[in-house]
């Protein structure tokens, strides 16, 4: 996680930016979490969506990354995609007309290695920030789903008690792709949070 991170901050050299407001969703949170620690001043304000911080109050337990590798053993791209998409998104959004086949292609669009995703899973497993969010001084937004099968409602709950100052919004009824089943207001709550809390530098 911390070779993300630096790669992501070496993104930030190579475009000559100083700082930015830093998002992260998912695996991608706990890259953010790293960065916000490990480079301080390069991170104006935070937000660290359906994450996890690490063992010591988190889990990586819920059911839908279990449902996920099952359906890959079959080797069937349809049984594959309709155990992801059930584990990624809410009972109520899934009902919706046509989310199945946008969800595909979208899915299918951007294909990544299997070795890949191992390489993934095994950072997301070793990841631990937990001693270390206390230090975070940028203001930092946590949100979740109710309704997540991939990361639990609970690893919100702590990340967020975890960062001194911040603030948590859960999105009630809604599963891990929050941004994908609420975007307009995801978009409000993170142009609300970099315009209006975050640290000048």
Not at 155 to 177: D, K, Q, S, T, Y
Request: a negative charge; hydrophobic letters at 50%.
């Amino acid at each position: 996680m911390g070779e993300l991170a630096g790669d992501a901050v070496g993104v930030l050299d190579a475009l000559g930016i100083g700082s930015a407001h830093v998002m992260g969703i998912s695996l991608g949170g706990m890259v953010a979490q790293e960065v916000v620690v490990r480079y301080p001043g390069r991170v104006r304000s935070v937000v660290l969506g359906c994450t996890y911080a690490g063992p010591d109050g988190g889990a990586l337990d819920a059911p839908g990354p279990v449902r996920m590798m099952q359906a890959a053993a079959t080797r069937d791209v349809s049984v594959s995609m309709r155990a992801a998409f059930e584990a990624n998104l809410s009972a109520g959004y899934r009902e919706r007309p046509g989310a199945f086949e946008g969800f595909v292609e979208l899915a299918l669009s951007e294909q990544v290695p299997a070795a890949v995703i191992a390489l993934q899973m095994r950072a997301a497993v070793e990841h631990d920030a937990v001693a270390r969010l206390g230090g975070v001084t940028a203001p930092a937004l946590v949100v979740h789903g109710s309704e997540d099968e991939m990361i639990w409602p609970k690893n919100g709950e702590h990340v967020a008690g975890l960062i001194p100052g911040a603030r948590l919004e859960v999105f009630e009824g809604v599963g891990h792709l929050f941004w994908w089943e609420r975007p307009e207001r995801t978009a409000a709550l993170v142009r609300e949070h970099a315009l209006g809390r975050s640290s000048a530098l």
